[in-house]
């Protein structure tokens, strides 16, 4: 069983910066893979990045690529998520989430996904 708790969530105009952290309680974090997904109010959770076990390879949906960066530090058991040059768009609850299958090196569906947070709120501001 791995626990997920994101922070770093908060109101920010835009064109400004958050990071976000997702902090895992399990000592096997290394052994899962990770990722960040968002839900806009009234709209489905998407996938937004994801990161290998390693940390060795990231993937990010369109509309945030050259903008947000993923990385993990697995002595942690925290993974990150830096976001710049924020949108309006950009507004929602974002969810760390895991997946603890062998099969799995990077996590693009909710159908991949093991375990969930509780999520964090990042309001951006026009």
């Known amino acids: 069983q791995v626990q997920l708790v994101e922070s770093g969530g908060g109101l920010v105009q835009a064109g400004g910066s958050l990071r976000l952290a997702c902090a895992a309680s399990s000592r096997s974090f290394s052994s899962h893979s990770m990722a960040w997904f968002r839900q806009a109010p009234g709209k489905e959770r998407e996938f937004v990045s994801t990161i290998s076990r390693s940390g060795g390879a990231t993937y990010y949906t369109g509309s945030v690529k050259g903008r947000f960066t993923v990385s993990r530090d697995n002595a942690k058991n925290t993974m990150y998520l830096q976001m710049n040059s924020l949108k309006p768009e950009d507004t929602a609850v974002y969810y760390c989430?895991?997946?603890?299958?062998?099969?799995?090196?990077?996590?693009?569906?909710?159908?991949?996904?093991?375990?969930w947070g509780k999520g964090t709120l990042v309001t951006v501001s026009s």
């Open positions: 989430a895991a997946s603890s299958r062998a099969t799995t090196v990077l996590i693009t569906t909710t159908a991949m996904v093991d375990y």
